[in-house]
């Protein structure tokens, strides 16, 4: 990058209000830091050319002096020897007219006197116009290197302002974004205890409900399971009772269904419309019994086994209870 030149700002940075992140108020920031070296730095570089400046000047102004002084010794020892040629030339061409006029000799020593003084005079007025002139040029060259430093100082002043009120508005924007960082972490913070609070209470109330459940469906698989034992016992009792009472029905009673098959079967004749709707009751009930114990299978799936030798006693029973109906008949139409 050239000196002289400053490296183009993204015009994202230009505007300090329109900054909206951390991240581009640090580029911002070290920016303006690499602006402040390269002002610094341009600025010493300026301060050395006019330190060279001025020594090119200094040694200028000994070698024209030394010039000045050469070349005044070389045009006064020209003249010196234009004058001894010039005399040298009179002498001979007086000489070799055939005669020497003193009047004449005299008359051209003055006008070469004269001439030497007009000389001397315009040698005089050459340095002191020479002079004079380099005079005026270390005095323009003091004003043009103090304009220099003088424009230099200012554009360091301008560029430390800048960069000083730069500086401050981004620290200014970046303590502000801050606080709205600290406040947002705060309000973060505060939402986070809030949801740990929610959750723990939600925790609590599924750890709750959930106890709540399981002493609900405890007590349903308890009262079920009671509910099964009992109409298992009630089943048995009563399939005991029903054998029992037909074994004695069987003995008591077979002599006088013996005596009575006839009167049975015309009996048999006029009720079996009654027996088959009782029949059709029956199997409703079975149908009614069997739903029942399929609903307490699919609450209870732990009792499959209670459910199937349940199942397996109604099947028996209901095996036996066709053979003990019929077995009297079958006897009495043998």
């Known amino acids: ?64 002096e030394a010039a000045q002084e050469l070349l005044t010794r070389r045009v006064n020892e020209s003249l010196e020897r234009e004058r001894y040629y010039s005399k040298i030339e009179e002498y001979l061409s007086l000489k070799l007219e055939g005669g020497l006029d003193p009047a004449v000799l005299a008359e051209r020593a003055a006008r070469i006197d004269e001439r030497e003084t007009q000389l001397q005079q315009r ?73 740990e609070e929610r959750r723990a209470r939600l925790s609590e109330f599924h750890a709750a409900q959930r106890a709540t459940l399981e002493r609900e469906a405890s007590s349903i698989n308890q009262t079920a399971q009671d509910q099964s034992e009992f109409l298992e016992r009630r089943i048995q009792q009563a399939l005991a009772a029903k054998t029992k009472a037909l074994e004695v029905s069987w003995r008591t009673d077979q002599q006088m269904l013996m005596a009575e098959l006839a009167e049975w079967r015309a009996k048999a004749r006029e009720h079996l419309p009654a027996l088959l709707d009782a029949q059709g009751k029956a199997a409703d009930a079975e149908e009614t019994l069997r739903r029942l114990q399929e609903e307490n299978q699919a609450l209870l799936q732990s009792k499959s086994a209670l459910t199937e030798e349940l199942s397996r006693w109604r099947r028996q029973a209901q095996s036996d209870l066709p053979t003990c109906g019929k077995d009297p008949r079958t006897r009495a139409d043998a």
Not at 126 to 153: C, I, P, Y
Not at 174 to 184: D, G, P, S
Request: aromatic residues 2%.
């Open 123 to 195: 040698e005089i007025s050459a340095e002191r116009a020479l002079k004079a002139a380099q005079v005026r040029r270390d005095e323009e060259l003091s004003a043009a290197m103090a304009d220099l430093a003088a424009s230099a100082e200012t554009r360091l002043r301008e560029a430390r302002g800048d960069y000083d009120s730069r500086v401050a508005a981004l620290e200014r924007s970046l303590a502000e974004r801050q606080i709205a960082l600290h406040e947002k972490e705060a309000q973060l913070s505060s939402l986070e205890r809030a949801l």
């Open 1 to 64: 990058m050239h000196p002289g030149k400053d490296e183009p700002l993204e015009p994202a940075l230009r505007d300090i209000e329109s900054i909206q992140s951390l991240d581009t108020a640090r580029l911002a920031l070290r920016w303006a830091l690499e602006r402040m070296r390269t002002l610094e730095k341009r600025a010493e570089e300026l301060s050395t050319e006019a330190k060279r400046s001025e020594d090119a000047r200094a040694k200028t102004s000994a070698e024209l």
